[in-house]
Nanobody, 122 residues
Framework: QVQLVESGGGSVLAGGSLRLSCAAS?????RGWFRQAPGQEREGVAA???????TYADSVKGRFTISQDNAKNTLYLQMNSLKPEDTAMYYC???????????????????WGQGTQVTVSS
């Protein structure tokens, strides 16, 4: 069992930046960030594998950057040029299965954090 703990959420004005962190209690191969707004389905935002394969959702390309520190088992999401539509609960997810791509499907992740709220106001 791997525990995931997110931090770094908060409230910002549109155009601002936030950096999310996710500390894992053990090794995982695939890691990702997902978000869910009220009344909407959970969607994949960005994902990365241990071999640095990266995938971004079209809605965040050029604005968000996913990265990881394997020595610390920590995942990051740098979010720039934030928009009100980025407002959501953000979840960190991880899985130990080896894949050749960084999946944005929630079904491909077993371990989930408790979430951290991001609110962007105009």
């Amino acid at each position: 069992q791997v525990q995931l703990v997110e931090s770094g959420g908060g409230s910002v004005l549109a155009g601002g930046s936030l950096r999310l962190s996710c500390a894992a209690s053990g090794y995982t191969y695939s890691r990702g960030w997902f978000r869910q707004a009220p009344g909407q389905e959970r969607e994949g935002v960005a994902a990365i594998t241990a071999r640095e394969s990266i995938t971004y959702a079209d809605s965040v390309k050029g604005r968000f950057t996913i990265s990881q520190d394997n020595a610390k088992n920590t995942l990051y999401l740098q979010m720039n040029s934030l928009k009100p539509e980025d407002t959501a609960m953000y979840y960190c997810a991880a899985d130990r299965r080896v894949r050749y791509y960084a999946s944005l499907s929630a079904d491909d992740y077993v371990y989930w954090g408790q979430g951290t709220q991001v609110t962007v106001s105009s």
